[in-house]
């Protein structure tokens, strides 16, 4: 006997997750509420946890969702909040700076303020408009404009990442220097400002 979604008159919140018609595809469905934004997660395991390329608005009827799925063994699960927008993919719900939609696509909770996801020192936000990725912890070393300056002390005195704007060498608009394992040490500001750093026991520079 073939599993069956939920019907229109079925008023359960919970949502129904069954096998669809085309093998390997799934069927979602619960009745949305009025006034609620739904996130849409799936599992395998029931540990590790993504979400579906969708947010749905609750109008008082059935919401349904096909997708797709590698493994046999897969479970869903909502997620919501009580509020709406006019635009929900571009509202910020969680008001970390960036939107519902760039979160779910990177994977980040739409729900919860997560201004730096990864710990590097570089907000989401900052990340995300410069190109680099809130969740590896690594760029924050980065020097992809190979100006020699890296990702976070970019940051730091506002500079662009992706732009050669600074350097080692007095030809830059501004100059830094680092020690041999690779933290600041110094920076000299355009106008000839200079300024001596030293990492803290947790590896952050201090003036």
């Known amino acids: 006997m073939k599993l069956a979604a939920q019907a229109q008159a079925d008023f359960?919140?919970?949502p129904s997750l069954v096998p669809d018609s085309e093998p390997g595809a799934f069927l979602l469905s619960w009745h949305g509420q009025l006034g609620r934004t739904y996130f849409l997660q799936f599992s395998q395991d029931l540990v590790n946890w993504q979400y579906l390329p969708s947010i749905e608005v609750g109008v008082s009827e059935l919401g349904v969702y096909r997708f797709r799925s590698a493994s046999p063994a897969c479970f869903a699960r909502l997620q919501y909040?009580?509020?709406?927008?006019a635009d929900y993919y571009g509202a910020?719900?969680?008001?970390?700076?960036v939107g519902n939609w760039v979160e779910v696509?990177?994977?980040?909770n739409p729900l919860v303020a997560d201004l730096d996801s990864d710990r590097d020192g570089m907000p989401d936000a900052w990340e995300f408009a410069h190109g680099l990725d809130p969740n590896n912890p690594a760029d924050s070393t980065d020097d992809s404009d190979g100006d020699g300056v890296r990702a976070k002390d970019e940051l730091t005195f506002g500079l662009d990442?992706?732009?050669a704007d600074a350097g080692a060498a007095s030809g830059g608009c501004s100059v830094f220097a680092y020690t041999a394992n690779d933290e600041l040490s110094g920076y000299s500001s355009p106008s000839g400002i200079s300024t001596s750093y030293a990492p803290d026991a947790e590896g952050n520079v201090q003036p």
Not at 105 to 108: E, P, S
């Open 161 to 163: 990442p992706r732009s």
């Open 81 to 85: 909040v009580d509020r709406t927008a």
């Open 105 to 108: 696509q990177r994977g980040l």
């Open 92 to 97: 910020d719900f969680d008001g970390d700076g």
């Open 12 to 14: 359960s919140e919970l």
